[in-house]
Structure formats: structure tokens, C-alpha cells
């Protein structure tokens, strides 16, 4: 096809627009991998980039959406050949890269991970990079040495996208999770998910004390800002918190007290440029530890034509778990 749907952002007067529109093959950006695209997902990066909320996007015309999964075309790379199931999240997609909310796609074929044996495409993009990015987060916890005899786990923003897969994994690997949430109403699909206990995120929310009583292990952050400050002070001896998203800030108002006098670690969790042998083992933990019955019941489709709209509503935190984009 010469052209093909895409949902394409252009600078403006004031910000940004962003809408479906006729994107020219000839506009993709240099690539050894051309994927048809079949699959998406909605991220809270993506409602920033959609709305103009954040400086996401870095050139223009851009095409929306972090992430894909979809079915090799054409391909130069040696790894790759036409047929293959591809999954790729990060890279600069959807920001520097023309990303997943079309039709085409072309990428680098370093960027590429198979689609694990047993999940569907659909199934890849109802984790897509929310998920992914929860399982790195548990996957770091378990290097520090965390495990479920380590005492309880708190997940932060646990009704959203990576709260939801990190709360859902946590329990199946046999933790007991506590959820911290600002919506009193989604306790019982918290609970649905795995969580032992549910908090409200006021508890996370105060000025934090230098150092608070002991409450937990571990922990997975996606809100940052006092939220983490307050679950650095509140993790026990030797514990470990992975903080991997910013929500509520960029800032972080604690002090050094968690670091020297308790030996906690805050754990960095970066999605976008993670090198591809941990992004290969973090799916292949996807496809047996995350339950999928639960994945399917935490996901909601929408259309390519309705991303625009679902992307303020994340943004709004109106939304539960995961959002899928079908492309075609």
C-alpha cells in the first residue's frame, strides 16, 4: 500500500494535534524490518504524546504509540524473515522513532523480540509495555533477593496498567501484595487480581519521615514523587523498592536515612532502552507467570479511531488495567 492508517501528531500554533489520517509509506524512517502492525495498546506515555500534555514527542510529523505487535513483511535482518511474530516495545517509538499506531511499521530488527510461544498478539499488546515494564520491575526485585518468605510487597497506581500486571504476577508467584490506590471502588477488582490487602494512596501521600515504620519488603512504584519517598521510608531492613514510573512527579522529597540506616535500594527500572536479552527474559516470565484469564478480564479493546479519546482519558486516571488497540 502506498499509504496506510496512521494516527499521525503534527506541531501546531498552539501545542500539538494529533488524528487519524493517511500516512505515506514513503515518510517511514529508516529500518531493516517492515512490520504489519495488527495490534497496540494504550500507556500513559501515549496519552502524554496524544495530548500534547508533555514534550513527548521530539520531531514531527510523528506517529503515535510506544508499541506493537504484528507480523514481519519484508526484513534485511538475519533473524527475521517474512511470517514471523514480532512483539517490540520502547526503542524511542512513538517519541524520536515513527511508532505503533498504524498500519506499517519499519524498525530496526535489533529492537525485535518473538512472540512468546502461547501468547497471541493481542495477548502481548493487553501487557504490552505497561506490563513488560511491571515485569522488569519484578524481575529486579527478585535479583535483590526479594522473594515471598521477604515479607509483604506494596504496588503503587495498582489499578492502572502496571499496577494491575505487577499486582496479578506478585500474587501467582505467591506474595502477599498490598495495593495502594487512589479509587476506593476498585478494591474488590484488586483483590480479584491478588492483592491481600488494598490501601488508599493518602497513606503514601503526607510529607515523608526520614524513616516510618516498617510496612514492607518490596514494593512497585509507577506514581514517584512523595508516593516513593514515603515507600523508601516505610521498607524494611534490606528491602527494595523498583520504581518505574512518574505519575505524580519527577520529584523525589525523601532524604538518605532508608539508604544508610535501613541498606534499602531503589531500584531503576527503565523500559525504553533495556537491552533486548533481559527484554527476552522478561516475556518468556510474562508467558508463564502471568495468569491469563486475569489478563483477559483486566482488558478492554478499542478501535485505532478511538485512541485520541482514551489517551485523555488515562491521563485522567479514568482507566482500569489494560486497553488494547486493534490496527487491523
Known amino acids: 500500500m502506498a499509504t496506510f492508517k496512521a494516527i499521525r501528531i503534527d506541531k501546531a500554533d498552539k501545542g500539538t494535534t494529533a488524528q487519524l489520517a493517511q500516512f505515506d ?20 506515555k501515549d496519552g502524554l504524546a496524544l495530548t500534547g500534555k508533555a514534550p513527548v514527542v521530539r520531531r514531527f510529523p510523528m506517529i503515535a504509540g510506544i508499541d506493537f505487535a504484528g507480523t514481519v513483511e519484508q526484513s534485511s535482518h538475519p533473524q527475521w524473515k517474512a511470517g514471523d511474530k514480532v512483539v517490540c516495545t520502547g526503542w524511542g ?10 498500519e506499517k511499521a519499519r524498525v530496526k530488527g535489533d529492537w525485535l523480540v518473538a512472540l512468546p510461544q502461547g501468547l497471541s498478539a493481542r495477548d502481548a499488546m493487553a501487557i504490552g509495555t505497561a506490563g513488560f515494564t511491571a515485569m522488569l520491575s519484578v524481575l529486579a526485585l527478585e535479583k535483590h533477593g526479594i522473594s515471598p518468605k521477604s515479607g509483604p510487597v506494596v504496588v503503587t497506581g495498582a489499578a492502572g496498567g502496571v499496577g494491575s500486571v505487577a499486582t496479578a504476577v506478585l500474587s ?39 524513616l516510618a515504620k516498617e510496612r514492607w519488603a518490596g514494593g512497585v512504584d509507577s506514581v514517584g514523587s512523595t508516593t516513593l519517598a514515603n515507600l523508601l521510608s516505610m521498607t524494611k531492613y534490606g528491602g527494595a523498592i523498583a520504581a518505574c ?19 534499602v535500594c531503589l531500584l ?10 533481559p527484554r527476552k527474559a522478561a516475556w518468556q516470565r510474562l508467558a508463564s507467570d ?8 483486566i482488558t478492554k479493546e478499542i478501535s485505532l479511531s478511538e485512541v485520541s479519546e482514551w489517551g485523555a482519558k488515562i491521563l485522567a486516571g479514568e482507566v482500569r488495567g489494560r486497553v488494547v488497540v486493534k490496527i487491523v
Open 25 to 44: 509509506e514513503a515518510e517511514l524512517m529508516d529500518g531493516d524490518v517492515t512490520v504489519r502492525v495488527e495490534w497496540s495498546t494504550l500507556n500513559y
Open 245 to 263: 514510573g512518574l505519575a505524580a512527579g519527577m520529584d523525589l522529597p525523601s532524604s538518605v536515612a532508608p539508604f544508610i540506616l535501613r541498606g
Open 268 to 277: 531503576g527500572i527503565d523500559s525504553v532502552m533495556c537491552p533486548i536479552e
Open 172 to 210: 501467582k508467584l505467591g506474595y502477599h501484595v498490598i495495593a495502594s490506590t487512589g479509587r476506593a471502588a476498585e478494591a474488590d477488582y484488586l483483590k480479584h487480581l491478588g492483592a491481600a490487602e488494598v490501601i488508599d494512596r493518602s497513606e503514601l501521600s503526607g510529607p515523608a519521615k526520614p
Open 93 to 102: 517509538m512513538g517519541e524520536t522513532h515513527l511508532g505503533a499506531y498504524a
Open 290 to 297: 502471568l495468569d491469563r484469564t486475569k489478563l483477559a478480564e
